[in-house]
């Protein structure tokens, strides 16, 4: 079970956001890069980097910033890139970079072909971001609802064969409250291709409840955001509660019809 650590961007900066309104957003560092090498020397095996302004505008805002962090620590540590992606050539760009992982969320919701044609173009390479709240998804940074369901939404997307999957629950993100365990298994039996659960991690229970109730159904790893900036989550303490926690080869069962 990984931890990974959450750096989002918004004009530069390394901000954390409530439930995705951008007017909440509390800058916690103005130099990204040195955030990207503090993770990563504390032995952060995945970043999950996301550009806000990108995610809002439909193409990249924060490509420069973007590209330091890549050089800085993409040799070292992995790194799962969102926000604004919207094209085969921007992801082909950014693959070239050095970025292991691409998250489609806007994208794949609005033109489900793209995302079938960015699987097939890079296999491996892509995550399906699946925002929601009361289990609809959200779209555009978080700010439009739409009718779909996320199970629904989920099970057509798996038949593209994206490398994974990431389920953030939005009216807990950045909130501390503790992952929507509930949702997340619902999804996670539902569908046999590995989650990253997100949203409201706050602490090594949090992290042991992940563990025991989710990973045996193929959630792989957790986001989180807030709450090591915050010091309520201590990261080193959280991976090794974590590895320590999925010690035995975990076997999701088969997913149920």
């Known amino acids: 079970m990984l931890i990974i650590p959450a750096i989002d961007l918004k004009d530069g900066h390394c901000v954390r956001l409530q439930q995705g309104r951008m007017d909440s957003a509390t800058v916690f560092s103005e130099d990204p890069v040195a955030m990207a090498r503090h993770w990563s020397d504390q032995g952060a095996r995945r970043l999950h980097i996301v550009d806000l302004n990108g995610a809002v505008a439909g193409r990249p805002k924060n490509e420069k910033v973007i590209r330091e962090m890549i050089k800085a620590v993409g040799e070292k540590t992995p790194i799962q890139l969102g926000g604004g992606i919207r094209d085969l050539d921007t992801i082909e760009g950014y693959i070239d970079a050095g970025v292991s992982f691409i998250i489609i969320g ?4 609005k033109n489900p072909g793209f995302l079938s044609d960015a699987c097939y173009a890079f296999p491996g390479h892509i995550i399906v971001g699946l925002d929601a709240k009361d289990g609809k998804v959200a779209v555009e940074g978080w700010s439009k609802m739409t009718g779909h369901d996320v199970v629904d939404l989920a099970k057509k997307f798996e038949e593209y064969g994206p490398e994974a999957l990431i389920y953030t629950d939005i009216g807990r993100d ?3 409250t503790g992952v929507n365990v509930d949702a997340t298994f619902k999804l996670a039996q539902a569908i ?3 989650i990253i659960a997100s949203g409201g991690l706050n602490s090594l229970k949090d992290v042991q409840t992940i563990c025991a109730k989710l990973a045996p159904e193929g959630v792989v790893g957790a986001i989180a955001g807030r709450a ?5 989550l201590d990261f080193k303490k959280a991976q090794a509660a974590a ?3 999925t010690e035995k080869p975990v076997v999701k069962p088969p997913a149920k019809e």
Do not use: F, N
């Not at 090591?228 to 309520?232: D, H, N, T």
């Open 228 to 232: 090591l900036y915050e010091g309520a």
């Open 192 to 194: 046999k291709t590995p």
């Open 174 to 176: 950045g909130m501390m």
């Open 106 to 109: 806007t994208a794949a919701v």
């Open 243 to 245: 590895d320590k926690a």
